[in-house]
C-alpha cells in the first residue's frame, strides 16, 4: 500500500476548480535528457535544467469563459518559484547552443503567458528555481472575468 | 510537456518503463482534449504575413491565397498533441476543395528530413519556420495553436491546444465562413 501511495505522489497531480483542469507531472532527470539530447543539447548542457526539478502542466478550460495566467504568479506552496523561460535562454545563447535547439527548448515549455478560450488546452514543461526536498503542492493562479483564482493541486514531488 | 524519451544508453527494460510511465500520463489527457470547436478572434484583426518554403522547395505566401480560408496550424513533430491532430488536417483537406479552403501546417524549428519523417507526402503544404521568425510574427503563445483566416485576409477564428479538426463543430464553423 505504501508502494502505491508513494508511486501515485510523484506521477501527478491534477486539481479541477470551476472547469479548469491543471495537471501536474514531475519529469524525471532521464526523461528530461532524452528529450532534448535529441534536440541539440548535450547531456552537460541540459543539466541545469534538469537538476532543477522539472514539471510538466497541462491546463484545460472547460469552462464558458476565457481565462487568462501567468507563470510567473505560480509557485510551489512554500514560495518556491519557477525560473522564467528568459533566463534559461539567455543561458542556452551564452553556452553557444544551436538555435535549433534553443527553439526545441521555447516551444516545448508552458508558456509564460496565455489566455485559454473555452475548449483550448496547453501543455508543457517549466522547472523549479531549485529542487524541492519532500512533497509540495503547487499554487497556480488564473483570472477571468469574475477576478482572480487559485487552483491548488494535490501533493506531488520532484522526480529523481 | 510529457514527451516520451528518446533512447538513452539505459537497459532496454527501463527505456521501456520509462515509455509506458510517460504515455500513461500523458495519453487520456491527449484523447479527451483533441475535440471541441474554435474561438472567434475578437476584432477579426488582419492576419500577419506569412511566407516560407515547403518541404517540396515551393515559396508559399499566405497573401496570395486571399479569397479563400486559410487554416494556419502550428506545429512540431514533438509536441504530443500536434502529432495527434496532424492526421485531421489531411481528412479536413479532403472535405474542402484548396481552391475554397487551404490547410498550411508551419512546422517550428525542424529540419525538412525531420519533418517529413514525419508527416510524409500531405495533401496540404508543409511549412518550414527553422528559426520559429514566422511564429514569433503571429500571436503564438505553445504548441499547437491554429488560426483561421477568412476570405478577407483576417484571422477569424483560434485554437489553443490539440483539435480534431474534421470534427462537425470546425467544419460548420468553417462553412459559415465560406458564405
Redesign the interface.
Known sequence: MFRITLFLLVFAATAVQAQIALTVTPLSREQVTAFYTARGFSAVAIAPYTQACVLSFSLRNDGRTALRLRLADWRAEDGTRFRPLADWDTAWEKDGLPQAARIAFRWAQFPPEQEFDPGDWIMGMTALERRIAGPFRVVARYADEKGSHELLTNAIACAD | ???L????P?PIERRRA?RM??GL?LAP?VAR?QS????AVAGLPPAPPLTLIDLDDRKIDLASLRGRIVLVNFW?T????CRKEFPSLGRLQKLFPPAKLTVLAVN????ADDVFSFAGATNFPVLLD???GAMKRWPV???PTTYVVDKAGRLAL?????RDFDDPVIVAQLKELLK
Not at chain 2, 471541441?36 to 474561438?39: C, E, L, N, R, Y
Not at chain 2, 514533438?78 to 498533441?81: D, S
Open positions: 510537456m510529457n514527451f524519451p528518446t533512447p538513452l539505459a520509462l510511465l510517460a500520463a489527457l482534449a471541441g470547436g474554435m474561438t512540431a514533438w509536441c504530443p498533441p517550428v524549428g525542424e529540419d527553422k528559426d520559429s503563445k505553445g504548441l483560434r485554437a489553443v491546444g490539440g
